[in-house]
């Protein structure tokens, strides 16, 4: 039997030899992981911004497209060492928790409302708050993320500003899909429904159907995002150099014109506002 | 749809759209033509074949297959020891390696995610988000599927040739190299359904993996990723390539196995 242990010795050897061409990022490791959003992924911002960011210093940005509190909770579980998302009331618990060392404001945009171009429930060019009001009193289709994520959080608020409590007012036209904004978008178009997004990821979608922007421009429609170091007292692993340099960089007045200058068909889709002391 | 995918150059689809952003198929209109649009896309898509759709499709390949291996090494022999040796729990494990048959990825990805992330019981390693990952993740899922397979084949062969290996003096131990011998086209049957369970999988590598563009990947991912962005004739151009791979592995492994078994 000895012969058959070698032979099977070798085979794993040559396995292991072949996993680790596999991997070749896994030798040179001046690499970050940084836990992101669907939108600034899907919107097409980090395909553009980080070979800017790798050109400059080098560092790898290993970017994770989860939904705002998907990504904050992957930083609690020491996975990722930057995170840049989009709620601000989540990302000052996490702080309060001890999780991020500071949160720098970096950028904004704005979240839209989108619905069939026929509009039957008639919203278009209203504000937000009575747009919601009418859309559940005529109980049209609504497609929700219901996934936590920085959407799905500032879409809940809004329910609620708008005095609706969705949670107990919610019939079958209020639908939770779980996914990210793609999904949802993807879903609303399907199905001819409204649905809350951020413009990014609106603009770079394909699949639009006969959606289109119906409210827009509200100021409660305000969408912020931030950038946090994963603090190294929590979690030990983190790259803190590497990550604080990326955090410094898109803060700088370099990173903030390379966010400025993002542009689907000429259109800019995020506006740097990192010394906003409100951002 | 090409109309669309025009809009999008420049953003994270990467170099393999930017290419032929501006092709576009004569008589094309609306959404009826995705099938079509998707067809010619991957016609494309592999005209070009440039750096990032090979570095997707060989992550795809490299870690589906060193998965499959990994379950096959372990899977074969104790599938086949299922076979050949009798003892009381047995019935219980064959049970159990049926049941993992319909084990769901997203539940596996899940378990690996906890076992492995920096906070788990094996956070130290610091492999969670790489293709090892996606590796064990992989592995885990063919494991059951080469067990029940293989064993389910040996079977056969041990009722045949069990009692003659026996007579002439092999203990059960070298008899489960023998059966697999005698049954080695099988075992190539029990490999290529793991293989195909891995390459087609998305739910455990999106999990373990995270989709990191141009370090863990794959096809698979690539095209939940493409569907998220409302590219749906590109994420099914993308399918057809995986398909066409598909055939391929299967194609050279039984051109190999015949080689092998001299048929």
Known sequence: MKWLMRSLLVLLAVLMNAMSLSAPALAQDKSIVVASTTSTQDSGLFGYLLPIFKEKTGIEVKVLAQGTGQALDTARRCDADVVFVHAKSAEEKFLAEGYGVKRYPVMYNDFILIGPESDPAGIRGKDILTALQTIKAKAAPFISRGDRSGTNIAELALWKEAGINIESDKGPWYKEIGQGMGAALNTASASNAYVLSDRGTWLAFQNRGDLAILVEGDKRLFNQYGVMLVAPAKCPNVKKDFGQQFIDWLVSPEGQKVIAGYKINGQQLFYPNANDPNG | ?263
Not at chain 2, 66 to 91: E, H, N, Q
Not at chain 2, 130 to 139: D, G, K
Not at chain 2, 189 to 217: C, D, H, S
Request: net charge positive.
């Open chain 2, 1 to 263: 749809m090409l109309r669309g995918h025009r809009k999008c150059v420049g953003t994270d689809h990467g170099e393999y759209l930017r290419d032929f952003a501006d092709i576009s198929i004569p008589g094309s209109n609306g959404r009826m033509n995705d099938f079509a649009d998707a067809l010619y896309t991957a016609a494309s898509l592999i005209g070009h074949f440039d750096a990032e759709l090979r570095e997707i499709v060989s992550l795809s390949l490299g870690v589906s297959l060193v998965a499959s291996f990994c379950a096959f090494l372990l899977g074969a022999p104790l599938g086949t020891a299922l076979a050949v040796y009798r003892f009381r729990a047995k019935a219980a494990l064959i049970v159990i390696a049926n049941a993992l048959l319909g084990l769901p990825p997203v539940v596996v990805g899940l378990v690996v995610y906890l076992l492995l992330s920096r906070s788990g019981p094996l956070g130290s390693f610091g492999i969670l988000f790489t293709p090892t990952a996606m590796v064990i993740a992989q592995a885990l899922l063919g494991f059951p599927i080469v067990i029940a397979l293989v064993h389910r084949m040996m079977v056969d062969v041990w009722a045949a040739y069990g009692d003659a290996l026996l007579v002439d003096g092999a203990s059960r131990l070298r008899a489960i190299f023998s059966v697999m011998l005698i049954g080695r086209e099988g075992l190539l049957t029990a490999f290529l359904a793991a293989f195909g369970r891995a390459i087609a999988e998305v739910g455990a590598i999106l999990i373990v993996g995270g989709n990191i563009r141009g370090y863990t990947r794959t096809m698979t991912t690539a095209i939940a990723l493409e569907t998220s962005k409302g590219a749906l004739s590109f994420a099914l151009a993308l399918g057809i390539i995986l398909i066409i791979l598909s055939m391929a592995v299967s194609g050279l492994s039984l051109f190999f196995g015949r080689a092998l078994t001299g048929r």
